[in-house]
């Protein structure tokens, strides 16, 4: 079986889409699963953005295309339609640029762990904490980052995952990455020292993860290899890093990952 990872979205979810039917095409494969890895950019309207995601929206007009997809005009819907008859729905956990007390809201009012968060169903939020068997491979979700604040991990999710036996989850997906997996521009280590205490304990065969908009991996962690995406579509002007400048808005490599479950193989 095949599962594709999405790297972050930042409300660019029509190319995620047309990402994943690609992807079939040219291959020649059927994807069982896709799974993203947060930062979606789900919010319920453009007045609730945070004031990061405003900013590039502003300068990136297909991250708002989330907003589409909530009321999408019926040339929309039916493109979606055809994509979702080609590829599975994309299960995503949160990143830290979502709207959680409307995820949450969702959530309460199906009484679910997975919920659809638009009317066609094409994106569906996972519960931090959640464990599912998909494609036969048990996964495990925990979105967020570790920060203080309200983009903080959330405690009780990360701490039923603690009590999960070591082994018996097959894959990890997590937004933000291990600690010490990279440094940023100023040169500081970046990354989790619970996510990295986190993996220790489950030690699964495959973490896959987001949030720093770079290709990182394989890096091995004992049983663990884990792989970081880059984001899936690089803003067109860049300040800090101008080689990541993209003003075709092209998919980027690096930001969609593919596992095959029967030998475990994961490419990017």
Same mark, same amino acid.
């Not at 004031?51 to 989330?66: C, I, K, L, V």
């Not at 464990?131 to 959330?154: C, H, K, N, T, W």
């Not at 995406?229 to 075709?248: D, I, W």
């Given at each position: 079986?095949?599962?594709?990872?999405?790297?972050?979205?930042?409300?660019?979810?029509?190319?995620?889409?047309?990402?994943?039917?690609?992807?079939?095409?040219?291959?020649?494969?059927?994807?069982d699963a896709a799974i993203q890895v947060g930062d979606l950019g789900a919010y319920p309207t453009p007045e609730r953005m945070d004031r990061p995601s405003g900013r590039f929206a502003a300068e990136n007009p297909a991250q708002t295309d989330f907003f589409r997809l909530?009321?999408?005009?019926?040339?929309?819907?039916?493109?979606?339609?055809?994509?979702?008859?080609?590829?599975?729905?994309?299960?995503?956990?949160? =990143?830290?640029? *979502?709207?959680? #007390?409307? $995820?949450? !809201? &969702?959530? +309460?009012?199906?009484?679910?762990?997975?919920?659809?968060?638009?009317?066609?169903?094409?994106?569906?939020?996972?519960?931090?904490?959640?464990?599912?068997?998909?494609?036969?491979?048990?996964?495990?979700?925990?979105?967020?980052?570790?920060?203080?604040?309200?983009?903080?991990?959330?405690?009780?999710?990360?701490?039923?995952?603690?009590?999960?036996?070591?082994?018996?989850?097959?894959?990890?997906?997590?937004?933000?990455?291990?600690?010490?997996?990279?440094?940023?521009?100023? =040169?500081?280590? *970046?990354?989790? #020292?619970? $996510?990295? !205490? &986190?993996? +220790?304990?489950?030690?699964?065969?495959?973490?896959?993860?987001?949030?720093?908009?770079?290709?990182?991996?394989?890096?091995?962690?004992?049983?663990?290899?884990?792989?970081?995406?880059?984001?899936?579509?690089?803003?067109?002007?860049?300040?800090?890093?101008?080689?990541?400048?993209?003003?075709?808005?092209?998919?980027a490599p690096g930001s969609i990952g593919l596992l095959d479950t029967e030998t475990y193989a994961f490419e990017y």
């Amino acid at each position: 079986m095949k599962i594709a990872f999405i790297g972050d979205v930042h409300g660019c979810v029509l190319h995620a889409l047309g990402a994943l039917v690609a992807l079939q095409t040219h291959r020649g494969i059927w994807l069982d699963a896709a799974i993203q890895v947060g930062d979606l950019g789900a919010y319920p309207t453009p007045e609730r953005m945070d004031r990061p995601s405003g900013r590039f929206a502003a300068e990136n007009p297909a991250q708002t295309d989330f907003f589409r997809l909530l009321n999408p005009p019926p040339g929309l819907s039916s493109a979606v339609r055809l994509a979702l008859a080609q590829v599975p729905p994309v299960l995503f956990v949160s =990143g830290n640029h *979502e709207d959680f #007390v409307w $995820l949450t !809201g &969702l959530h +309460e009012a199906v009484g679910s762990s997975i919920v659809p968060v638009d009317p066609l169903g094409a994106f569906r939020h996972v519960e931090c904490g959640h464990q599912i068997v998909i494609a036969g491979q048990r996964i495990a979700f925990l979105g967020r980052i570790e920060s203080p604040g309200y983009m903080d991990l959330d405690d009780a999710a990360y701490a039923s995952l603690l009590t999960t036996a070591p082994g018996s989850v097959d894959i990890l997906v997590t937004h933000d990455g291990p600690h010490g997996m990279c440094q940023d521009w100023r =040169g500081q280590t *970046e990354g989790s #020292v619970k $996510l990295a !205490g &986190l993996i +220790e304990h489950l030690q699964p065969r495959l973490h896959v993860s987001g949030h720093y908009h770079h290709e990182n991996g394989p890096r091995r962690y004992r049983r663990t290899l884990s792989y970081a995406l880059a984001e899936l579509v690089y803003p067109k002007t860049n300040r800090r890093r101008p080689q990541r400048a993209n003003p075709g808005q092209r998919v980027a490599p690096g930001s969609i990952g593919l596992l095959d479950t029967e030998t475990y193989a994961f490419e990017y």
